[in-house]
């Protein structure tokens, strides 16, 4: 069976988890790149809090051009983290 990725909008803190470690981004390096304080890194992980739009926007983004790429399944309910090593 081929399940088909397409580039996903949408992002839980695993996936970010997964991209920074997968990236071997440490928490300091990922909140440098995204211009946030390192407990925000930590909380968005972890998942405690509500994080604000424009939070997420910044940490995908420093993640994507470090190299993640955030893809989801056919029926939508699958996310997958894809790496390239730069």
Known sequence: MNVTFTDSKF?????IRMARS???LSVRDL?????VNKATIVRL???LHPARSATIDAVRSALEQAGATFLTGEDQG???VSVELR
Do not use: D
Not at 11 to 15: A, G, L, Q, V
Not at 31 to 35: K, M, P, Q, S
């Open 11 to 15: 992002i839980e803190p695993r996936h």
């Open 22 to 24: 997968g990236l071997g």
């Open 31 to 35: 909140a440098e790149l995204a211009g």
């Open 45 to 47: 992980e972890a998942g």
């Open 78 to 80: 699958t996310i997958a």
